[in-house]
């Protein structure tokens, strides 16, 4: 399985980004889809998730307001709709995809994944 991200880039606060990634090497039914990002000097992070087949979304607190995932199972795409970026949002975004179906939870956790991108980086300016 090989992931793609892109759509990465720099923009000004108050500005929008949409991520892309997509996932190649296998059929993708009811697996967990997540995206995580990393800023400069912390940990990884979880962003938002999904199940490949839907409906159900869940997102980080920060991101529920501002950033929307979503799928299109024709392009075979994922995506991350960020709107109203903040500095603080500057980080490498990161997708993921778990290796067994959706079992119900939030898929919060990066330890919940199988499959990573190798990242995009986001810069927004204040």
């Known amino acids: 399985v090989q992931l793609q991200a892109s759509g990465g880039g720099l923009v000004q606060a108050g500005g929008s980004l949409r991520l892309s990634c997509e996932p190649s090497?296998?059929?993708?039914?009811?697996?967990?889809m997540g995206w995580f990002r990393q800023a400069p000097g912390k940990e990884r992070e979880f962003v938002a998730s999904?199940?490949?087949?839907?409906?159900?979304?869940f997102y980080a607190d920060f991101a529920k307001d501002r950033f929307a995932i979503s799928r299109d199972i024709n392009k075979n795409l994922l995506y991350l709709q960020m709107n109203d970026l903040k500095p603080e949002d500057t980080a490498v975004y990161y997708c993921?995809?778990?290796?067994?179906?959706?079992?119900?939870?939030?898929?919060?956790?990066?330890?919940?994944?199988?499959?990573w991108g190798q990242g995009t980086l986001v810069t927004v300016s204040s």
């Open positions: 993921a995809v778990s290796g067994t179906y959706f079992q119900g939870s939030r898929y919060d956790n990066d330890w919940q994944y199988d499959y």
């Open positions: 090497g296998r059929t993708f039914r009811s697996h967990a």
């Open positions: 999904m199940r490949w087949n839907g409906p159900a979304t």
